[in-house]
């Protein structure tokens, strides 16, 4: 065998295909949510826009099951255009009441889905964070506020766990039935430096297990930095810019994910499902033809037997605009 493979252990408790689901931090947690939305879970996925440091994640779901507002002192306008030093650059617009309509309108979703949501994937992408030196606060992103405004430091592994238990303490309170998977993104931070970016690495793998350690019944961890630096070790697995992975990885990471946290009806669903977006994509050379009108009639019973179980109905209605 010329690989070293992963073995990522099943867990006892599993997603179902009506858990509801919330995938914030890293670009990572963006790749598992589309999964997640395309094979109709209900899903919020990275509600805050892209983040990747413990401390601005734990902060924001928290200050979302509170529904506190930003201060003033995090808003900041760059060439004419507001932003929020909490939330990430897709958060932003031309006048600051449109942005605090955007920021008050993600954080009551949010707030509104916490209450449901069983499940709370956070992938955490790296330990450096960035303190404004005016008031020693961290930032989520710093909007291309020059460095010199900042001071750059590793956060440890003791600070993410104390910033951990707080969101848990006020999510056992808010919403007691709530598990978390933590994952580490495989996307290298190379602005670190790979020497350390592998420090990064390590600091937040260290935190994880502590706070597994701490709370092994509603705490997990998903291999997926493991999986893409030993299974995946080659560049062919990455994308053109050798540090995002590609596809392929993506593919081969969430079917490990699958095994690991779906249950049985969940994976069923997907294999059925999978089928008909196949059939879905399909487009014919003749739509009018008998044949390709029983082809639709054909999917239009598959969906409705899924209809059961998830909501189908814009596929069903795109497909009855196509029958003669």
């Not at 930003?70 to 808003?75: F, G, K, L, S, V």
């Not at 760059?78 to 030093?85: C, K, P």
């Not at 303190?131 to 590793?154: Q, W, Y």
């Not at 709530?178 to 190379?190: D, E, K, L, M, Q």
Request: proline share 4%; with cysteine; aromatic share 12%.
């Amino acid at each position: 065998m010329f690989r070293t493979p992963v073995n990522t252990e099943p867990s006892p408790h599993k997603i179902k295909l009506d858990s509801a689901v919330l995938s914030t931090g890293s670009c990572f947690a963006q790749v598992i949510g589309k999964r997640l939305m395309e094979n109709k879970f209900p899903i919020l996925a990275n509600p805050f826009g892209t983040l990747y440091n413990p401390a601005s994640i734990f902060r924001l779901l928290y200050d979302s099951m509170n529904t506190y507002l930003p201060q003033e002192e995090t808003y900041l306008i760059r060439h004419g255009i507001h932003f929020n030093y909490k939330f990430h650059s897709d958060f932003s617009a031309e006048n600051r009441k449109a942005l605090e309509t955007q920021i008050e309108q993600a954080l009551l979703s949010t707030h509104t889905f916490l209450k449901k949501a069983e499940w709370i994937i956070i992938t955490l992408g790296t330990a450096y964070v960035y303190e404004r030196l005016d008031n020693g606060h961290i930032v989520a992103n710093c909007h291309k506020t020059p460095s010199a405004h900042f001071n750059k430091r590793l956060l440890s592994p003791e600070e993410i766990q104390t910033c951990f238990e707080q969101i848990y303490l006020a999510m056992n309170a808010f919403n007691e039935r709530a598990r978390f998977i933590f994952t580490v993104s495989p996307v290298r931070h190379i602005r670190d430096t790979l020497v350390q970016n592998s420090v990064s690495k390590a600091s937040l793998r260290l935190a994880i297990e502590q706070i597994i350690q701490q709370h092994p019944d509603k705490t997990h961890y998903f291999p997926s930095y493991e999986i893409m630096m030993d299974d995946l070790r080659d560049y062919r697995f990455y994308k053109a810019d050798m540090i995002h992975p590609n596809e392929v990885a993506e593919d081969y990471i969430w079917d490990q994910w699958v095994n690991a946290y779906m249950d049985d009806e969940a994976i069923e669903f997907m294999r059925q499902w999978k089928k008909i977006q196949k059939a879905l994509e399909h487009r014919a050379f003749h739509p009018a033809s008998e044949q390709h009108q029983r082809f639709i009639l054909k999917t239009i019973e598959q969906l409705n037997h899924l209809h059961k179980k998830v909501d189908v109905s814009n596929e069903l209605n795109a497909l009855k605009k196509q029958l003669s």
